[in-house]
Structure formats: C-alpha cells, structure tokens
C-alpha cells in the first residue's frame, strides 16, 4: 500500500520507496513507477544497482550508503537535502533496502520531512527478514512450532539501554516465538551467549547472507554453534540470523552434512 502520511498543506512530496532484499523482481509495480517518474533518488547501501538503473537517464541520483568504503552521509545531510529538493518541486524518491520502516531509519526521515511541511507517503518493500526465511522453504509461523515473530536488531550496544537477550529468549521459548535478528553477525557471540539463557543449546538457527541475490548463501546449524558457525563460513553482513524452531526439519536435513548451500535461486 502507499500511505500518505502527512496532513500538512502540500509544499512538495517525497516517497520513501522501498527497494526490497536486492532481487529486482521482488520489487513492488508501485515502487517499480515511483522510481520511472523519480527526479531525484537518494540511494542508500544495499539498494541493488539493477534498481537504481529504473530511474529515468535524467533523473539525479545521489547515493547516499557506505558504499566505496566512506562513511555514511549524517542523516540531517539526508534529511536536508530530501526536504531542499522537494521545496524546489523535485519529484523526490528515498530509496532504501527492504521495507523503510523496518531498520531504515525510515521513522525519523518522516518526522524531519513532515517538521519541514513537506508531505510524505511510503511504498513498502519486502523486508530482509522475511525474504531471508521464505529463501530457505520454511516459514516464519507454524501452529505447532511458532505463533509470532520478532524482528529485532542485533546492533544496540549491550548494556543497560542494549537488547535483553536474556528476557527475549525468555519470551520465545514460552510463546513460541521465531527471531529474526538483522545487523547480527559482528554481536553474534553475545547475542549466542545471552540467548542460551532462555533457549536450549540446540535450538535451532540459521543465518543468511545476501538473501534474494545470485551470491545468496545460508548455513544452519544450532544456537550453541552460532558464533563458531560464522566465523568458519566466514559469513558477513548483510545477513540476517534466524532463531527458532520452524527450522527444525531444515537441521535435521543438515545434520552430517556439509550444511553450507548456494541458493536455489543462484545462477
Ligand atoms: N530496511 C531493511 C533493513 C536495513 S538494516 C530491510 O527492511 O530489510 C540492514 C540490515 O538488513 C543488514 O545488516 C542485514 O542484517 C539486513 N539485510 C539487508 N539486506 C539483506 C539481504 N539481502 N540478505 C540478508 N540480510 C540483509
């Protein structure tokens, strides 16, 4: 759906688009036309360039991502220059990976537009987590083996303001819950660490990397191997870790065996 967001009286518009996992065929005909009729796109990292390329030739294009090994541009440079651009009539698209209101910092782009009147709407995108579970067959609830999900960052800090690892783990095994855990790889042995807390050592986990992408590759195992399991694959970001027993039948298949696999989509 496209959500108009704003109640303010119109002074320009900008469409916080998202791209989805990096597959371009995953991407909505909504945000496939928003794109086409862009003036400006702001690109952030992981926006597949495939993507990119639908913007017409005219269009400007400001990526806006750690890519070439910069660092990010502050997001008030952003927020400015989304608000200068819509102001001067510019038909302003905010491209971001997966959905932009799931880790996007989609929340507070809304916000500065919105203080600066101008009107915003969202196109959603098919976010990692979601594209990263339905990749490897198994889904996301069961009625036997998970009645919810939770998307949660595995990138707070530890510590008082940080992820109560222990509390969540808690929470999962009691309601059956599957964890979706996004920018988790380079915390992944304090995430394993405070998970084991609640969750038995053998729960089952995988983490995928590069979800939807011809290089797209998984490896499962359990929760007591996390960690170790990453550092052997040499499994790096962008991935997503997934924890839970809707994996079950995913391990059992694995176990003894070589559990590193390309994905079925790969070329
Ligand atoms: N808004 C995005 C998430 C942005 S946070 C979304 O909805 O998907 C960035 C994190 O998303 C990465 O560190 C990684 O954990 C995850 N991610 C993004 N694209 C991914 C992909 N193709 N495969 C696996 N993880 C991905």
Same mark, same amino acid.
């Given at each position: 759906m496209k959500h108009d967001l704003s109640s303010a009286p119109a002074r320009g518009h900008v469409t916080l688009v998202g791209a989805g #996992?990096? &597959? #371009?065929?995953?991407? *909505?005909?909504?945000?496939?036309?928003a794109i086409q009729q862009a003036s400006v796109v702001l690109v952030d990292d992981l926006v597949n360039e495939a993507i990119v390329a639908y913007a017409p030739a005219t269009a400007r294009i400001v990526y806006v991502g750690k890519r070439g090994g910069c660092k990010s541009t502050p997001?008030?440079?952003?927020?400015? $220059?989304?608000? *200068?651009?819509a102001?001067?009539?510019?038909?302003?698209?905010?491209?971001?990976?997966? &959905?932009p209101f799931i880790f996007g910092r989609g929340g507070e782009e809304v916000?500065? $537009?919105?203080?600066?009147g101008v009107r915003v709407s969202v196109i959603n995108g098919i976010t990692a987590?979601?594209? /990263?579970?339905?990749? $490897?067959?198994v889904p996301l609830?069961?009625?036997?083996q998970?009645?919810?999900?939770?998307?949660?960052?595995?990138?707070?800090k530890p510590g008082a303001s940080g992820t109560d690892w222990r509390a969540l783990a808690n929470t999962a095994r009691q309601s059956r819950l599957t964890i979706v855990i996004y920018m988790g790889v380079s915390g992944a042995a304090h995430i394993q660490r405070e998970l084991m807390h609640g969750l038995h050592a053998n729960t089952p986990v995988a983490i995928v990397q590069s979800a939807s992408l011809p290089e797209q590759r998984h490896t499962v195992c359990t929760l007591g191997e $996390?960690? /170790? *399991?990453?550092a052997r694959e040499h499994l790096a970001s962008p991935s997503i870790i997934i924890v839970g027993d809707v994996l079950q039948g995913l391990l059992a298949a694995d176990v003894g065996g070589d559990a590193l696999t390309q994905s079925p989509r790969a070329a």
């Open positions: #996992p990096g &597959d #371009p065929e995953l991407l *909505t005909l909504k945000a496939f036309k997001q008030s440079f952003i927020e400015r $220059l989304m608000v *200068t651009a102001l001067e009539g510019e038909n302003v698209v905010r491209l971001k990976g997966g &959905d916000e500065a $537009l919105q203080a600066a987590g979601i594209a /990263a579970v339905s990749s $490897l067959g609830t069961h009625r036997e998970a009645h919810g999900v939770v998307f949660i960052t595995g990138h707070a $996390l960690e /170790a *399991t990453i």
